[in-house]
């Protein structure tokens, strides 16, 4: 395995690099007719969450699941349903743009402003997956580089060595025996964690953000540094603290992808990617 010590010198080139390339440059990005407006695009968000917490509760409840003390076969119903109950609220958005958007008229449930044609710009998903797979290569070394000066900071302030493997959930994969429940979590996983956040961080979040700009006139980098944020702040108690930097790094790689297309297929591809690759790395039994 390449030495820790290795990532500072390639995260450092692959931020050389992401820096001296115009794709960082993301200005207005490429343009779609808009199918929801801003504040309907939180709510939803918002909405997504509070489902998944409510469904993950129901259910540990119903299965008299001690969370504190779970393995991954009583960890995958759980997850199976938070990210199916977040995908049925996005699915309800027609609803929830007809209580939140009641006056709104056709025009301007297309366009971005009344009287703006605002057509379909974007390239196509096979230019969006090369930028996803770019986006993995420069912003993977990123991360590690990150989270390992993180890392080095924990056990300067505090004198303890920071572990390995930084999310919970990997924890449990590593202890796992090999079966069909540890499988399918693998599977789960790679997979439909990167559909679902992307789904909801870069699809509703992030692209209400950047059309409601809070911060006035914007550029798309504001949406994608507060969406980070976010995006950090909800894996607290999920992720270790020292790897809270790096994941804010690799979150910006996704909101850059989906920025700099306009198609959430860079970002998913970038997301099942790293996925992907943690368990690779991280579990022996793979």
């Known amino acids: 395995m390449i030495g820790s010590w290795i990532w500072l010198v390639i995260g450092g080139a692959a931020a050389a690099a992401f820096a001296a390339l115009p794709w960082r440059h993301l200005g207005r990005g490429p343009t779609r007719p808009w199918s929801f407006r801003p504040l309907t695009g939180v709510m939803t968000f918002v909405l997504a969450l509070l489902a998944g917490a409510c469904v993950t509760g129901i259910l540990a409840h119903l299965m008299d699941v001690d969370l504190q003390a779970a393995g991954i076969a009583d960890y995958l119903p759980l997850m199976i349903g938070a990210w199916g ?6 699915a309800f958005l027609p609803l929830i743009r007809r209580v939140c958007e009641p006056q709104a ?19 196509s998903r096979l230019y969006a997956i090369g930028v996803g797979a770019v986006g993995l290569l420069l912003f993977w070394p990123m991360t ?6 993180g890392g080095m900071a924990q056990e300067w302030l505090t004198g303890d060595a920071p572990s ?6 990997l ?12 499988w399918a979590a693998v599977i789960c996983i790679a997979i439909i964690p990167g559909i679902v956040e992307e789904v909801l961080y870069r699809g509703l979040l992030q692209t209400s953000l950047h059309r409601l700009q809070p911060f006035g006139h914007a550029t798309q980098w504001h949406a994608v540094i507060l969406t980070s944020l ?16 790096a994941l804010f790094v690799l979150s910006l790689g996704f ?15 970038m997301h099942i990617g790293f996925n992907t690759g943690n368990l690779l790395l991280a579990v022996p039994w793979i």
Do not use: K, N
Not at 230 to 238: K, L
């Open 255 to 269: 909101g850059w992808a989906y920025a700099r297309t306009g198609r959430l297929t860079a970002s998913i591809t």
């Open 144 to 149: 590690q580089c990150v989270g390992y000066l």
């Open 85 to 90: 109950s977040q995908l049925g609220v996005v």
């Open 164 to 169: 390995e493997v930084a999310h919970g959930m």
């Open 105 to 123: 008229s056709p025009q301007d449930r297309q366009m971005p402003r009344r009287g703006v044609v605002c057509p379909d710009r974007r390239r």
């Open 171 to 182: 924890h449990l994969l590593i202890d796992a025996v090999p079966g069909l429940a540890s």
């Open 230 to 245: 976010i995006f950090t702040a909800m894996h607290v108690g999920a992720v270790d603290v020292h790897a809270l930097a």
